[in-house]
């Protein structure tokens, strides 16, 4: 049902594309200039709903064109581009699900955009003592919160991560699995799981978990979030400003704000 209504969304949102008229160029001096666009439909990892929404909402005050959003696990996302889904751009939380897009041949450009990191993270209220991932073997922590392993790229980084660890066979019974990682941070928030494995982006957003312990970087491959603009993209020319615009200072600062880090400054 949830992956119904997801597709819904996603068909609703698609339909809701309308032509608008701005200035061309963002700041490039050219304010009589003019020239038609359509609404930009964007697809983004959960992780960066918060950080994208800002952005947008600033690229649509500054430029007048509307850009929709549809947020989900990356795997999700991507499947649904490749069955016709008709984003403009896709961010990704991890590379394999743009490379997946471009050896399709649905990628017109990309490139790396931010970086994060992992973090365990406990109810705000949580009388447990987690300094450390092994930790997370205490008898306290009987659900222990993370992206689906096998589709969600922030559950496959803690896989990956408590694997290098010894930990994972050990741990895996635990496991409860979120169709995103949002969805692992509500399991968490609610006390429907004593700790889980998110993004630090994500534990910053919230007043109801604390950070317990960060994951060591080098238990991972680096988390890199790249942006796409999809074959469906090119052709809008506010979809090409808006790739261009997420890779600009101003939407920079909005990142670090929210906690990434900017793999290629402006």
Request: proline share 5%; glycine share 8%.
């Given at each position: 049902?949830?992956?119904?209504?997801?597709?819904?969304?996603?068909?609703?949102?698609?339909?809701?594309?309308?032509?608008?008229?701005?200035?061309?160029?963002?700041?490039?001096?050219?304010?009589?200039?003019?020239?038609?666009?359509?609404?930009?439909?964007?697809?983004?990892?959960?992780?960066?709903?918060?950080?994208?929404?800002?952005?947008?909402?600033r690229?649509?005050?500054e430029?007048?064109?509307?850009?929709?959003?549809?947020?989900?696990?990356?795997s999700?996302?991507?499947?649904?581009?490749?069955?016709?889904?008709?984003?403009?751009?896709?961010?990704?939380?991890?590379?394999?699900?743009?490379?997946?897009?471009?050896?399709?041949?649905?990628?017109?450009?990309?490139?790396?955009?931010?970086?994060?990191?992992?973090?365990?993270?406990?109810?705000?209220?949580?009388?447990?003592?987690?300094?450390?991932?092994?930790?997370?073997?205490?008898?306290?922590?009987?659900?222990?919160?993370?992206?689906?392993?096998?589709?969600?790229?922030?559950?496959?980084?803690?896989?990956?991560?408590?694997?290098?660890?010894?930990?994972?066979?050990r741990?895996?019974?635990?496991?409860?699995?979120?169709?995103?990682?949002?969805?692992?941070?509500?399991?968490?928030?609610?006390?429907?799981?004593?700790?889980?494995?998110?993004?630090?982006?994500?534990?910053?957003?919230?007043?109801?978990?604390?950070?317990?312990?960060?994951?060591p970087?080098?238990?991972?491959?680096?988390?890199?979030?790249?942006?796409?603009?999809?074959?469906?993209?090119?052709?809008?020319?506010?979809?090409?400003?808006?790739?261009?615009?997420?890779?600009?200072?101003?939407?920079?600062?909005?990142?670090?704000?929210?906690?990434?880090?900017?793999?290629?400054?402006?």
């Amino acid at each position: 049902m949830n992956g119904l209504l997801r597709l819904a969304g996603v068909a609703l949102l698609a339909a809701c594309s309308a032509s608008c008229r701005q200035d061309a160029g963002l700041g490039d001096g050219a304010a009589n200039q003019t020239e038609a666009c359509d609404s930009i439909l964007v697809f983004a990892a959960a992780s960066t709903t918060n950080a994208v929404d800002e952005v947008r909402q600033r690229f649509t005050r500054e430029s007048g064109i509307p850009v929709q959003t549809s947020y989900a696990a990356s795997s999700t996302l991507a499947q649904q581009i490749v069955q016709g889904a008709e984003a403009d751009l896709f961010i990704s939380a991890n590379t394999r699900w743009a490379d997946f897009l471009a050896a399709k041949g649905l990628v017109a450009r990309q490139r790396n955009l931010l970086a994060n990191r992992l973090v365990v993270v406990l109810p705000a209220d949580s009388k447990l003592e987690v300094r450390k991932p092994e930790d997370l073997l205490l008898p306290g922590i009987e659900h222990l919160a993370l992206g689906d392993p096998q589709t969600v790229p922030a559950g496959e980084y803690a896989k990956a991560a408590l694997t290098r660890l010894g930990l994972w066979e050990r741990i895996e019974g635990k496991a409860v699995p979120g169709l995103d990682v949002r969805h692992a941070l509500t399991y968490v928030e609610t006390g429907a799981a004593e700790a889980g494995i998110v993004y630090a982006t994500d534990a910053a957003i919230s007043q109801k978990v604390k950070v317990a312990a960060t994951i060591p970087a080098s238990l991972t491959e680096p988390i890199r979030y790249p942006i796409v603009l999809l074959n469906h993209g090119a052709g809008n020319p506010g979809a090409e400003r808006l790739y261009v615009y997420l890779a600009s200072a101003e939407a920079a600062k909005v990142f670090r704000k929210h906690g990434y880090a900017i793999l290629h400054e402006p």
